[in-house]
């Protein structure tokens, strides 16, 4: 099956800084990759998604990039602030199949 | 959302003892998910339904059982709960339709198993 690891396990960065959270994926087949976002005490949402057919997708403050070959995406955040305080979770899932396998989360830590 | 529910939102149970986590969703979603949410370990599939009457084990099945009889609910029972089952559980739901498929998620179970 899918085995996603991700890294690192806590970030702590200055407001204003970019954050970068990366992500490595072992099934080929996978093709559907989501970040979420998960506030202390809160559900896990989604904040952006990638498919294998795009190497690079931008929302706002937010990007995920994805290297099929080196089978790795990522995770950018620019211009941090407080509120991007929480913990990121990547995932992937391989075609054909709904279940998404999660990395292990990154905590990610603002300082104003 | 509120489109997607899960009781209760905390429970305390005995070793040994059954209990069953409740999801309702009321979008239609014809997939839906069980995880359980443990520190250093991420979210872990546990179990999954392509539609009513159809599941799947996920990565972590053991000591779990699910049933779907109607679209919109999706319970959990631990038939005999053990300490290494103390977690955050969560449901989510997905639509069946595009190309990309988010999950919705519950707002999750804390269950403690003493």
């Known amino acids: 099956g899918e085995n996603v690891e991700q890294h690192p396990s806590t970030l702590s960065v200055q407001e204003g800084d970019s954050a970068v959270i990366k992500c490595t994926y072992s099934?080929?087949?996978?093709?559907?990759f989501p970040w979420y976002k998960q506030e202390l005490g809160k559900r896990p949402q989604l904040i952006i998604d990638?498919?294998?057919?795009?190497g690079e997708k931008k929302d706002q403050r937010i990007a995920v990039t994805l290297n099929k070959t080196a089978k790795h995406f990522s995770l950018h955040i620019t211009e941090t602030q407080p509120e991007d305080s929480a913990v990121y979770f990547c995932?992937?899932?391989?075609?054909?199949?709904?279940?998404?396998?999660f990395g292990s989360g990154t905590r990610l830590q603002v300082q104003p | 959302d509120a489109g997607i529910t899960q009781s209760p939102r905390y429970k305390i149970t005995e070793t040994g003892r059954q209990v069953t986590l409740m999801c309702h969703q009321t979008w239609s979603h014809s997939y839906m998910f069980w995880y359980r949410q443990d520190l250093g370990h991420g979210l872990r599939l546990i179990y999954y339904?392509?539609?009513?009457?159809?599941?799947d084990k996920g990565e972590v099945p053991d000591g779990y059982v699910v049933s779907r009889s109607k679209t919109e609910n999706f319970p959990l029972t631990l038939e005999s709960a053990t300490r290494s089952q103390t977690s955050v559980y969560f449901c989510?739901?997905?639509?069946?339709?595009?190309?990309?498929?988010?999950?919705?998620f519950g707002s999750g179970t804390r269950l403690t198993v003493v």
């Open positions: 989510a739901s997905s639509e069946s339709q595009g190309i990309n498929y988010g999950y919705t």
């Open positions: 995932a992937a899932s391989p075609t054909g199949r709904r279940a998404l396998t």
């Open positions: 099934d080929s087949a996978s093709n559907y």
């Open positions: 990638i498919r294998s057919n795009v």
């Open positions: 339904s392509a539609a009513a009457d159809i599941t």
